[in-house]
């Protein structure tokens, strides 16, 4: 099996895809297009979008965005069942839980694993992501694996999660 990431406004090199475990680590901007929902300038159709809002999240689901990122870990459940009719995948950045500490990384862990366990029970297409913005913050594929399965995500589901973002970042062409 093979494995992928998503960062943010950052150059990665083969050697450090290899070093971690991937096979790519896409970069926003660069590999995919990105869309920032709160700022709500972009068409967010066949990108990656993301945002603080389930209002934002659910108006790109609707308009059809590949991915979508809740940037709070926070996600509505009718934003959930619009991923679900629009066959788009929910992307959850596991960097939240790791850049964060005490009662704060608490709270994104439980609200993560709150959308996973909705997001599973409606059959939605899951990912795992870090959206690294730094060298510091990238892990590797076991880490992410790891990750997954500690806001609830059984073992296949986290390794399918970081597998098959390809398909959906690759698609998300800037």
């Known amino acids: 099996m093979e494995y992928y990431d998503a960062a943010i ?3 990665i090199d083969a ?3 290899k070093l971690l475990g991937f096979r790519k680590i896409f970069v926003a901007g660069k590999d995919f297009k990105l869309v920032d929902m709160d700022l709500g300038k972009e068409d967010p159709k066949n990108s990656i979008a993301m945002g603080k809002t389930s209002l934002g999240l659910l108006k790109a689901s609707r308009r059809l965005a ?3 990122i809740p940037v709070e870990m926070e996600v509505d459940k009718r ?3 619009s991923i679900k009719e629009n ?3 929910l992307l959850i950045p596991l960097n939240r839980i790791v850049s964060t500490y005490g009662i704060v990384r608490a709270r994104n862990i439980r609200a993560a694993s709150k959308v996973l366990e909705y997001a599973l029970k409606r059959r939605v297409s899951v ?3 870090t959206m690294a913005s730094s060298e510091t913050q990238l892990m590797s594929f076991m ?3 790891e990750l997954a399965k500690l806001i609830g995500a059984p073992e296949d589901v986290a390794r399918a ?4 973002i390809n398909e959906r970042i690759g698609e998300a062409t800037p």
């Open 9 to 11: 406004g950052m150059q």
């Open 15 to 17: 050697s450090t895809e």
């Open 66 to 68: 590949k991915g979508i």
């Open 79 to 81: 934003v959930v069942e």
């Open 87 to 89: 066959e788009s995948m």
């Open 127 to 129: 990912g795992f992501i």
């Open 143 to 145: 880490q992410l694996i």
């Open 161 to 164: 999660g970081i597998s098959e």
